[in-house]
């Protein structure tokens, strides 16, 4: 490939994603973008500023990376594009191993979350509620904002549970039953 440099590639790597698809990388160029307004959107739907901090690594990991693609272009080592974090090798087989071995990781993090979201919804109302309590419209803000981010904070948390308990066990009825295998020989004259 042609190495790609002034200006446009510069302005293009501050872009989380766009130095990589400037450069022919489309797949990591859009897994990058992804993640970064990925992390924008949820922290906006969730009310969680904080989350918001994680924008950054993101964003030094995509300029300095356009930066390196183009090193490793210019050496004629130019890596095979792909998605990151090895979506491109993800099917729905591996998913479900993935899932059935890390449903407990997976599942406290989903609870830690709605844990996160219900009590700053509970602060929310409390204060809609003692700042508004002459206010006629109060009873209107909690139901069009705090209802429904307690109704997704609930099922954020049902979701963690679920992925707690893990699999059902099969009943016993369908678990097949043990049988060892046959003795060689009884007296000790086995097969070399």
Not at 39 to 67: E, K, Q
Not at 116 to 124: A, E, N, P, W
């Amino acid at each position: 490939m042609k190495r790609k440099q002034g200006l446009l590639f510069f302005i293009s790597s501050c872009i989380p994603g766009c130095g990589q698809m400037h450069q022919g990388y489309m797949k990591r160029g859009m897994s990058l973008l992804t993640i970064f307004c990925g992390i924008f959107a949820i922290a906006a739907f969730l009310h969680i500023g904080a989350l918001t901090a994680l924008m950054a690594p993101v964003w030094l990991y995509a300029f300095f990376d356009s930066y390196n693609l183009r090193a490793r272009l210019d050496g004629g080592a130019a890596p095979a594009d792909a998605f990151l974090l090895g979506l491109d090798q993800v099917d729905g087989e591996r998913m479900a191993l993935l899932c059935r071995k890390r449903h407990s990781l997976v599942g406290w993090a989903l609870v830690a979350l709605g844990v996160c979201i219900l009590y700053s919804t509970v602060v929310s109302w409390v204060v809609d509620i003692l700042g508004q309590f002459f206010d006629s419209w109060w009873l209107y803000g909690i139901l069009l904002d705090a209802v429904p981010r307690l109704a997704v904070t609930i099922g954020i948390i049902a979701l963690g549970v679920w992925f707690i308990r893990g699999p059902k066990a099969p009943p016993a009825e369908d678990i097949p039953t043990f049988t060892p295998p046959q003795a060689e020989q009884e007296d000790g004259h086995g097969e070399d």
